[in-house]
């Protein structure tokens, strides 16, 4: 293996905060974003060699990273994987992809099957891994083949397997279950000949509107709400219903105005109520510990509020879950994956 190679593509003493959408992160000792799934390979024989603990990320949009991270960790972001192309197999697309970046194509290429991916904020390896879901639509209706690498595997060959055999369910997948790098997947459309346009189109329009690091919220949702603007105007068309009512979802819910990752626990479908309605339940929105706060819009969703720390989030989220078992009897279950720390 080259090492010079190897050395090139490791970053040294990085602030994670930059890599998160909670903007909340110390410095990795380790990092690296490979753009090949071959520079991938690279960096994972590196942190074989080195001894290293790899832990791969796309956005960091459903991550608490650590205030004082592991040195013996290996921090991996998949964002910049981003490659798209139709072959003899049908609709390839990288990990490093945004969801929401989907949804443009879809909507350039005359389909409304990806609109449930507009301003859902991760990469497609993301969504794959964990089943991605707005209502009643999830990334399992659109994926065909899934690629992947088999953190055992001594060669890091590429794997396939076929959407059927995922075993997918609410935000649950087989990926969950083994240590597997989901490098991209083939995707379902219903007219290649309008895809391969409208992923023209999509890739003209990105050199017009101005790109910002997507991890950063407010940037993430101008963005593409512009490329969506900008595509409507430029076809005479308009942004669809659907794209419109998610602005106003998530707007009315303030989750594009402060740093956060989202929902932070998965629903309990047992109980029968989403777990905002049941912070909602126990008037706990607006409580503030430190720099972070559950938010006064979203019981499910705890914001950094400009300079709050890992620790302030995971004291939050630890009092939600004691509350909720004292009122209820169950324990909420995290979505959002809370890296360890140092101490």
Known sequence: MNTHKQESLIQHHVNLSSY???EIGGKAKYLAAPETIEELKTVLEYARQEKLTPFLFGMGSNILFPDEPKDQMLFISLKELREMKIDDKGWFVSAGIPMSHLALIGLSSGTSDYDFCFLLPGTLG????????YYNRQICDILDTA????MNDPEFKVQSIHVDTCDYSYKNSIFMKNNWIIVGGYLKHP???ALAKGMK???RLEKIVEYKNPSQLPNFFKYYTTLA????EENNGVVPESFDNVVKDRGSKF???????????KNNYDFGEPMGKVVD???MRGTVYGGASISAWHGNMIVNQGKAKAKDIIYLVEQIKHSVNEAFGFVPEEELIIVDSKS
């Open 20 to 22: 998160s959408t909670y």
């Open 126 to 133: 993301a969504g794959i891994y964990m089943n991605a879901k």
């Open 147 to 150: 690629l992947y690498i088999d």
């Open 191 to 193: 007219d290649y000949e």
């Open 201 to 203: 189109e999509i890739s």
């Open 229 to 232: 603007k900008t595509w409507a």
């Open 255 to 265: 989750h594009f105005d402060y740093p956060s990752c989202g929902s932070v626990f």
């Open 281 to 283: 339940r126990l008037n």
